[in-house]
């Protein structure tokens, strides 16, 4: 298995895999579905080198992170391409950005300076999700970075954090669309 630099030809691949695991998390549209997980990429994908993926003959994992004053095109890309919707879908993705932003802006409030935000990680391929934190702590270390955030909630498998030694500093209730998510905020310190 290979861990590298996560390369632009990549973008398709990691849609695609963030679409499988995150695609049903409420009902929507196929326009708006193909609008918000390419956006959902676009919105954790940074020029840096703390954006890596497996490579096994084709990407099956990736892990994407950036430091606090990181800056990307996403929210641009947002607001010309949510204009292409219908109104409801237009409605739908901004409480989705709503949601996206509002945890986001959470985890920042808690991420002091030279730390970094584990945006999206997702793995096809068994290990390697762990390989890729393992890559990301190193890289981290080697740059003095002191810790690594990130946000999960119900939907998804937070314990999987906590057994890689994250540790959970704020758990709270947020709604997507109408639905109650149980939410959570992580953190590993990388010098002790």
Not at 42 to 57: A, I, K, M
Not at 157 to 165: I, Q
């Amino acid at each position: 298995m290979m861990i590298r630099k996560y390369l632009k030809q990549d973008f398709d691949r990691v849609k695609e895999i963030t679409l499988k695991y995150w695609g049903k998390e409420v009902p929507m549209t196929k326009e708006l579905e193909t609008f918000i997980y390419d956006f959902l990429v676009r919105y954790y994908l940074y020029d840096n080198e703390y954006t890596f993926v497996n490579d096994d003959d084709k990407v099956n994992a990736f892990l994407l992170a950036n430091m606090k004053n990181d800056k990307n095109e996403a929210l641009n890309f947002f607001k010309e391409e949510v204009k292409k919707l219908s109104f409801d879908d237009r409605e739908n993705a901004k409480k989705y950005l709503d949601y996206i932003e509002y945890n986001h802006n959470k985890v920042f409030s808690h991420m002091e300076k030279n730390s970094i935000y584990l945006g999206l990680l997702a793995s096809e391929a068994k290990g390697a999700g762990s390989r890729l934190i393992e890559k990301l702590k190193e890289e981290a270390r080697k740059n003095n970075v002191k810790s690594i955030y990130l946000w999960t909630d119900e939907t998804c498998n937070y314990k999987y954090y906590e057994k890689r030694d994250f540790k959970l500093i704020e758990k709270y209730d947020v709604f997507l669309h109408t639905k109650k998510l149980e939410t959570y905020v992580y953190k590993i310190e990388l010098y002790l």
